[in-house]
């Protein structure tokens, strides 16, 4: 869609379409959803990499945006409470929460909020610190950023590009990502380093992921809540019950022996209805988590007291698109007038 018709289209919807769903679909609170937190980006990513980064400047917008319309920031904990014990609050809650485990949690999003007092949680995938999963997304990034073509030759096979455009680009990060992470872990590492390397490999890990003592750093900040977001990041819906369980609580006993806090709340990788549903939900009870997040985009009403292993969250790669999700006009056209989400 072009720029200038997608801002029109916005505009329509705030000023016409968001005053009148708002009442009804904004709900008690929104729990937005953030993976990292970039100083500035270095331009279109391919594929769904696009979606993984925000500036610091939509952050600072958003916070001081939502200040000004007396939303109140307030921690996951707290969310929990009001909705179990129906508190009455005077504005509608926004609880921060970033995803998986990269290094900017630590660096940036940590000085970011903490100057402005806002509470935040972040999801922790221990295979992260552990130094367990490549990120072979960002290094094939960079790979394919570097020219207009790209030849390259994996488990045999002759892999040919060209990269003139971002359709192009796309094609082959597409292709490219769907080898690299298939397999076990041992086979995706073992790609990992006969296309890029074994120190470029390293080198990614140490820098784009957080390591323990940074979380310990952060566990111990008053303002920050860790809670689990399984071991290998796997799609829960496509493993064993069993295999999935240990997921979960594997987890948060390898989080709670580093930070020496207990864990309660919880992040379903992959959050959407195809990959998570009510076998999901029935675990997460049953491991004792407070809460567990999805990715449906919807805001949160009391009854979701019901459904604490099942609360939505809240996306966006600009401050207009998170401000109509939060309005409930997403929301209230994606799930044809049902308020409170659990599929």
């Given amino acids: 869609m072009d720029e200038r018709v997608e801002r029109v289209l916005y505009e329509v919807a705030a000023r016409v379409v968001a005053p009148v769903l ?25 594929g769904w990499l696009r979606g993984l980064e925000v500036e610091v ?37 926004v609880v921060m929460t970033f995803d998986d485990g990269y290094a900017d949690a630590h660096h940036t999003v940590l000085p970011l909020l903490a100057a402005e007092r806002i509470p935040f949680t972040l999801y922790l995938t221990t295979d992260f610190p552990d130094r367990r999963i490549v990120p072979w997304w960002y290094l094939l990034d960079d790979l394919l950023a570097r020219g207009s073509h790209l030849h390259l030759r994996l488990e045999g096979v ?36 006969q296309v890029f390397g074994v120190e470029s490999v390293e080198e ?40 999935a369980r240990w997921e979960m609580l594997e987890s948060r006993q390898r989080i709670e022996a580093r930070i020496g806090k207990s864990v309660r709340h919880f992040a379903y990788p992959y959050g959407f209805p195809s990959l998570v549903g009510a076998r999901e939900y029935e ?19 009391y009854d979701n007291a019901k459904t604490l292993e099942c609360l939505p969250r809240i996306r966006g790669q600009s401050v207009r698109h998170i401000e ?16 409170v989400i659990t599929v």
């Fill in 57 to 93: 400047a939509l952050i600072e917008e958003l916070v001081a945006r939502l200040r000004r319309t007396g939303h109140e920031f307030v921690s996951i904990d707290e969310l929990r409470a009001v909705l179990t014990e129906r508190r009455t609050r005077a504005h509608k809650l």
């Fill in 158 to 193: 002759e892999h040919a590009y060209s990269l003139e455009t971002p359709a192009q680009r796309d094609v082959a990060f597409a292709e490219i990502g769907q080898i690299l992470d298939a397999g076990s872990e041992a086979e995706r590492r073992a790609r990992a380093e």
């Fill in 283 to 301: 675990l997460a009870r049953e491991c004792g988590f407070s809460t567990a997040v999805t990715t449906r985009v919807a805001n949160v009403f």
């Fill in 324 to 339: 109509l999700s939060m309005a409930g006009v997403v929301a209230a056209l994606r799930y044809r007038g049902r308020r």
């Fill in 204 to 243: 990614a890990m140490e820098r784009l992921y957080l390591s323990w003592d940074q979380v310990a750093e952060l566990a111990a900040h008053p303002l920050v809540t860790i809670g689990a977001h399984t071991v290998s990041h796997a799609p829960l819906k496509l493993l064993s019950r069993e295999k």
């Fill in 22 to 46: 708002a009442p009804i679909y904004s709900g008690v609170a929104s729990i937005l959803t953030f993976h990292r937190v970039v100083g500035s980006s270095r331009g279109p990513r391919p």
